[in-house]
Structures are given as structure tokens and as C-alpha cells.
């Protein structure tokens, strides 16, 4: 099957080449943020692809983003450190108003702002957001917002921060998934004025934190769109950044079968190399056919996405398939090392660990499978 945007590929392929294992590595010992990086992938555009060219980005569709985020990942690189920039503007370029897009999107486009950070869970509300309790409460011209958030990756690296948050409380609420708003949030104005950020020290190097809204002021103009439809906004949202993932999973999936094939053909064992048992070439040969599966799936989301379809369904099962094909892979790649898929200097446990996430986040694999067998196969719901 031929790739979809040959060029991009070959370009993000030369970039991630400047940063090798052994960056990724000390930066993951140390739990640092991969700053050189994502200021090389910004200078390159290759986060602002698909912000329209009118406000400075390059106007392509989802599936040019997919293909970026899957050739950082195939390289051995990790997009979660930056992926944020490409799709949460989505919520302000969809919903903001005139004045918004003007004031913001170019800056996005050209990296003088960061709009990384993406608030929505809460330490009691989980995967239920209309259980979310942060408050932004109307006084004048501004909301004064306060509550807790947690998992908010990126908030350290950020400018500017989407936030969901209620502006009625879930009893006062025609339906659950009402009262909800949305606040552009400036980071830099926020800290040490009503908001404090806590880095939570996680199983990858992911710069994910908690987050603490004391009566923080955000003024009313950075409303986006109307009061109280702000779960709705965010849900579209979710489906580019789901189809996203999904080709960050498959990178990673190829990350790990290139690295076993490689390793199989070169790694002796009793006098001849180990991936001439077919003990150990079937699981490889499964990987493959595992992700070339998902890697569809993920085109096709893409392409409903792209045409403005509904893509909710497609977007959920191409991020499932995507994430299992991936773990499959991990784990393949570490027993097709041997003793040497523990080792650090071979990459392997660091992407292992790293291509965990996608099963429990942006959304976990049975809330899925939930909305598969309610939502399409027609079974009675159990919540
Ligand atoms: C590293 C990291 C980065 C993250 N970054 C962000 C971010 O930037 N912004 C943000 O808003 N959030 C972020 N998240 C949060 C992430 O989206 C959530 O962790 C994820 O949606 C799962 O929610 P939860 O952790 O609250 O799990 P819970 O909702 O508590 O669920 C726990 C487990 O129970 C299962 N479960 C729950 N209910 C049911 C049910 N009814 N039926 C069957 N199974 C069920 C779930 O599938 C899951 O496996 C991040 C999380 C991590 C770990």
C-alpha cells in the first residue's frame, strides 16, 4: 500500500533524525520536556498544518496531521509532548468568534502561543465529564473559576489553556451535558494569580499535572462560543484528537516491527538468526497485519472527519484498533529482544511504557466498546 503524503513523511523523517534514542532517553530519565524538539517541529509547521492558510497555517486535512504524528512516532520520537498544538485550536477555530480567531490563530500558527493544555478531567468526575464541579461563576465582565483538574498535560508548556468548566451546576441543568462553557484560559497571567499548576510524576515522561483554580479570573471575552454548549464543542474536538492518536499508535506500532524484523535478521542463536524460527517471525507477521488493519481504519475516520461527516463511531473503533495493534506490537518487540527489550539503550521499554497510555487515555478502551455496543450494535445501555 503506497503512503499518503510522501514528501511530509520524508520531511518529519529528517527532522526526528536530529533527535535520536539517546535524547529521548536522558530526557526521559529525568522526566524533562523535549523543549529543542517541539521548537524544531513549530519552525518546520508541521504543528499548524491544519490551521487554515488565511491565519498563517497550512490549511491541509486531518489526515496530513495523521501522517505527521505517525512518522514522529514510527522514528522513535514521541508526539505527546506536542500534539496538543496541532488539534486544540480546532475548539477556537470552529467556535470562537471573528475577533478570537484573528487575535489567536495566527500566533498558533506561527508558535508565538502555545495553546497546549486541554482541561477537562476531574480527580471525582473520571470519564463522567458531566460530573465536572469546576465552576466558573459570571461577576461583570469576568468568570471567577474555581475547582480541580487533573491529568492536564502540557499545562507548563502552555500559553494559553482550554478549559471546560460549568457555568450551572449539573441539578440546575436542563440535561446533564448542559451548563458546561468553555474559557480560554492565559497561563501566563493565570499562575500565582488564582491558578497553581502540580506535576504529577507518571510512568512516561508526559509532563501531566494537577491543576488548582482559586477564584481565578478569566475575562468574559474569553468565552468561546455560547454559555452553557461548551460540552458539545469539545466533543468534535475529541474525535480529531482521537483520530490523531490513533496514527501516533500506528507510528508506534511500525516503530517496533521495524525494530523487531531488524533485530530478528541480525540476533544469532544457535548458529542462525532467531527470526528464522517461525516462532518468532508469526508474531512479527501479526503485528504487521494488526496495524496495517487499524492504519485503515484510522485513514477512513480521516477521511469522514475531513468531509465533515459524522465520524464519532469511526473515530473511537480506528483509536481502539489502533491502540491494541500498538500494545501488540510492544509487547512482540520485547520478547523478540530477549533480555535486550529491558535494556534502555535499545528503546524498546521506553516505548513500551509510552504506548501504554492510548489504552486508558484520551479515552479508555471500554468506554469504547460501550458506545459501539450501545450505540451501533443497539444493546441496552448499563450506565
Ligand atoms: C498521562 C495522561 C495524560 C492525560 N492528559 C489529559 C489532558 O491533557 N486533559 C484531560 O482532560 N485529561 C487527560 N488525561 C485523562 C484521561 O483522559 C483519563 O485518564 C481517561 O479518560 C480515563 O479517565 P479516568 O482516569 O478518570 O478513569 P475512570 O473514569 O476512573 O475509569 C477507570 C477505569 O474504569 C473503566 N470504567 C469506568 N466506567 C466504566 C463503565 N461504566 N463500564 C466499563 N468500564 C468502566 C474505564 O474504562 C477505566 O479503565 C490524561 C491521562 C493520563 C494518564
Redesign the pocket.
Given at each position: 500500500m503506497s503512503e499518503t503524503f510522501p514528501e511530509i513523511r520524508e520531511a518529519v523523517r529528517r527532522l526526528c533524525a536530529r533527535f535520536p534514542g539517546p535524547y529521548w532517553r536522558a530526557l526521559d530519565r529525568e522526566r524533562a520536556y523535549p523543549t529543542e524538539f517541539v521548537a524544531a517541529l513549530t519552525e518546520a509547521g508541521f504543528l499548524s498544518v491544519l490551521i487554515p492558510e488565511e491565519y498563517g497555517g497550512s490549511g491541509l486535512g486531518l489526515a496530513a496531521g495523521a501522517a505527521v504524528l505517525e512518522e514522529i512516532h514510527r522514528s522513535g520520537s514521541n508526539g505527546g509532548a506536542c500534539h496538543a498544538q496541532m488539534y486544540t485550536m480546532g475548539v477556537v477555530l470552529r467556535h470562537g468568534s471573528a475577533a478570537q480567531k484573528q487575535a489567536y490563530l495566527p500566533k498558533i500558527a506561527s508558535g508565538e502561543l502555545r495553546l497546549q493544555a486541554?482541561?477537562?478531567?476531574e480527580p471525582d468526575a473520571?470519564?463522567d465529564t458531566t460530573r465536572i464541579t469546576t465552576f466558573a461563576r459570571r461577576e461583570g465582565d469576568t468568570y471567577v473559576v474555581s475547582g480541580k483538574k487533573l491529568?492536564?498535560?502540557r499545562a507548563e508548556h502552555s500559553d494559553l489553556m482550554v478549559l471546560l468548566c460549568r457555568t450551572t451546576s449539573r441539578d440546575q441543568a436542563a440535561k446533564p451535558s448542559d451548563g458546561m462553557s468553555v474559557l480560554l484560559v492565559d497561563m501566563r497571567e493565570a499562575v500565582g494569580a488564582g491558578l497553581t499548576i502540580r506535576p504529577i510524576r507518571?510512568m512516561l515522561n508526559?509532563a501531566?499535572t494537577e491543576l488548582f483554580f482559586e477564584d481565578l479570573r478569566v475575562p468574559a471575552a474569553n468565552l468561546i462560543g455560547e454559555e452553557g454548549k461548551g460540552f458539545r464543542y469539545i466533543l468534535d474536538g475529541m474525535n480529531a484528537e482521537r483520530i490523531l492518536i490513533a496514527a501516533e499508535c500506528i507510528g508506534d506500532a511500525r516503530f517496533f516491527i521495524d525494530r523487531a524484523s531488524a533485530y530478528a535478521k541480525d540476533r544469532q542463536v544457535f548458529g542462525r538468526p532467531i527470526g528464522e524460527n517461525q516462532g518468532v517471525q508469526f508474531p512479527i507477521a501479526r503485528a504487521y497485519v494488526q496495524m496495517t488493519a487499524a492504519s485503515l481504519m484510522v485513514d477512513a475516520a480521516a477521511a469522514l472527519f475531513e468531509a465533515g461527516e459524522p465520524c464519532g463511531t469511526e473515530a473511537n473503533m480506528a483509536k481502539l484498533a489502533a491502540s491494541e495493534a500498538s500494545w501488540y506490537a510492544a509487547d512482540m518487540a520485547v520478547q523478540t529482544h530477549g533480555g535486550f527489550g529491558f535494556a534502555e539503550e535499545y528503546d524498546i521499554e521506553r516505548k513500551f511504557r509510552e504506548t501504554r497510555?492510548y489504552q486508558?487515555?484520551?479515552?479508555?478502551?471500554?468506554?469504547i466498546l460501550?458506545h459501539v455496543a450501545t450505540h451501533v450494535l443497539d444493546l441496552p445501555k448499563?450506565?
Open positions: 486541554f482541561g477537562v478531567t473520571g470519564t491529568w492536564i498535560s507518571t508526559h501531566t497510555l486508558v487515555a484520551p479515552i479508555s478502551t471500554n468506554l460501550s448499563s450506565f
